[in-house]
């Protein structure tokens, strides 16, 4: 019996407007009154998730994909993989070479590197723009920051195909979380393995669990749960993983499978 559903956020919960649908909220609603629990899976930091989701009841969120796990009913992490200061030195300059925005997830808040800042709008239109760290590779030096998620913004998406072939680093695992933007955790953090973890901690059993996802950064969630769904605007290689198409992110995707798959009224 599908008792949880895993679901990522940007591309799958959310519209292109990067909005939750209301009629998304019901869908959880209604899901959670069949005794269904609800745990988004997301590249954002635990302020990136949609109050009106947060609001409802869901107990466990996981975030800045699989870095973290929070139990947001009573305000403690349970879980946490951050990336040390040397490995995050490491992949700025890499990255560096690049036309890009670098950004991390530090302690819940978002600081960006100064270089074209000011065209963050021109890529992330309905996101809210990270604060200027100014030079943002001698603050973590200095201060020998250690962060959940960084997250590497481009202009052209063949440089950040190009820029990927390359991104090996010992302890950092990058993966593509959009075309235009990559983003690197600690190699043993995914959203997989943190609802591995959690799945472990509530004594849950992957015949359970029903995942739902758009992009690359959520195939490992698949590897964790039996029904494997995949937006219509999912990349392919996601199409190719899932054992469910749903409809798209503008259609309202996610309460259509949910409903298909539950039977909620």
């Not at 997250?151 to 959009?178: M, P, Q, R, W």
């Not at 190699?187 to 609802?195: F, I, N, Q």
């Amino acid at each position: 019996m599908l008792k949880y559903i895993a679901v990522d956020m940007d591309g799958t919960a959310l519209d292109s407007d990067s909005k939750l649908p209301l009629s998304t909220v019901n869908t959880f609603i209604d899901a959670m009154d069949k005794g269904i629990m609800i745990i988004p899976c997301s590249g954002r930091s635990l302020k990136g998730i949609p109050d009106s989701l947060k609001n409802i009841g869901i107990r466990y969120v996981i975030t800045a994909n699989g870095a973290k796990i929070t139990d947001i009913i009573e305000n403690r992490e349970l879980y946490s993989d951050v990336m040390n200061y040397q490995d995050l030195l490491e992949v700025i300059d890499y990255f560096m070479n690049y036309d890009v925005i670098l950004y991390v997830h530090h302690n819940g808040s978002h600081l960006a590197h100064h270089h074209n800042l000011e065209r963050f709008r021109d890529i992330r239109p309905n996101h809210k723009i990270p604060a200027d760290a100014g030079d943002l590779r001698e603050k973590i030096m200095h201060e020998k920051m250690s962060c959940e998620k960084m997250g590497i913004l481009f202009f052209d998406e063949k440089e950040k195909e190009e820029a990927l072939k390359d991104a090996h680093f010992k302890n950092i695992a990058v993966v593509s979380t959009s075309v235009n933007s990559i983003e690197a955790v600690s190699k043993t953090a995914s959203k997989g393995h943190a609802l591995g973890w959690l799945c472990d901690l509530l004594g849950i059993s992957k015949d359970m669990i029903m995942a739902i996802g758009d992009n690359d950064n959520d195939l490992s969630m698949f590897d964790v749960a039996d029904i494997k769904v995949a937006m219509a605007n999912a990349n392919e290689n996601v199409k190719k993983r899932c054992n469910y198409l749903t409809l798209s992110n503008d259609e309202d995707g996610v309460s259509y499978a949910i409903r298909e798959f539950m039977d909620v009224d």
